[in-house]
């Protein structure tokens, strides 16, 4: 598990939106659409799909939420109220520059929930994470492994267990992160910028935002390959018998500088 950001310096962190650490909320609640909830998200959030609608009585116009009969809360999102301790603090987001998430935090307010709103709602949000993305490929020292997707895998596993901070794009799960700005971002801010980061690659770099993909680009890569030695051509390589633990940890062991100065080690981190 990567530590914790605060104890770090990267200039991307949540107070810049006016809210606290995302990891210091107990429940994250998107008021989205499924849909764009699918598409991206903050990490860690519950998708409640929620839209306040304006219904003509005959005194005027009330707003109403999608609620069941009897409640003033979608039922999902009661269920989950219910797990909270006491004091627990409930972020929302919505897509409406914060309006629906505001309408919310009142009726939870309401029923003595801590409910914080998103200021500027996703919109700001999705800004946040463009301009963090950016500026965090610029601070890291990426460090791009390229090769077959499962030897990469193992690869970044077995550096992840030395202590060397890694991240896997070629991993099904984390590729999936990986298509949103927003997981991406989740990871790389919690690295630290004193060390490099090594990053695993999914062969023709599928699905990187674009520039997560130019900063790649222009940083030297290592060469991943498995299996019979091939003719040198003039890229540095990481050549592996096999993908086991222990063949990795001998093909690390053996790379040139500045390679090898690359693998820096997580002082506090004990190999298993």
């Known amino acids: 598990m990567p530590p914790s950001p605060d104890a770090h310096t990267l200039p991307v962190h949540p107070h810049q939106l006016e809210v606290q650490e995302f990891d ?7 008021l989205r659409s499924a849909a764009d909830f ?32 009897g409640s003033d809360l979608p039922r999902s999102l009661r269920v989950r109220l219910d797990a909270l301790a006491p004091g627990d603090a409930v972020l929302l987001c919505c897509d409406r520059g914060g309006r629906d998430a505001a309408a919310m935090a009142q009726r939870l307010g309401a029923h003595g929930v801590m409910a914080h709103v998103l200021p500027g709602g996703w919109v700001n949000y999705a800004r946040w994470v ?25 690869v970044m596993a077995t550096l992840e267990r030395e202590g060397v901070q890694a991240v ?3 991993a099904g799960q984390t590729l999936s992160v990986g298509r949103s700005n927003s997981g991406l971002v989740n990871l790389l801010r919690r690295m630290d910028p004193q060390r490099p980061v090594w990053v695993g690659l999914p062969e023709g770099d599928a699905g990187l935002p674009a520039v997560l993909h130019d900063a790649l680009r222009r940083r030297a890569a290592l060469q991943l390959v498995v299996g019979e030695a091939t003719e040198a051509t003039g890229q540095a390589t990481l050549h592996l018998t096999d993908t086991t633990p222990t063949a990795i940890r001998q093909a690390l062991s053996t790379l040139p500088e500045p390679w090898r ?12």
Do not use: C, F
């Not at 959030?45 to 069941?68: F, N, R």
């Not at 100065?261 to 298993?272: E, V």
């Open 261 to 272: 100065s690359r693998l820096q080690r997580d002082p506090d981190q004990t190999r298993p």
């Open 38 to 69: 699918a598409r991206d998200h903050i990490p860690g959030a519950v998708s409640v799909p929620w839209h306040p609608v304006a219904v003509s009585t005959g005194e005027g116009t009330a707003v109403l939420g999608v609620a069941e009969p």
């Open 130 to 154: 463009d301009v963090g993305l950016e500026v965090l490929t610029r601070v890291l020292n990426l460090v791009p492994l390229r090769g077959p997707t499962p030897a990469v895998i193992a």
């Open 24 to 30: 210091a909320y107990a429940l994250i609640v998107d």
């Open 168 to 170: 896997d794009l070629g």
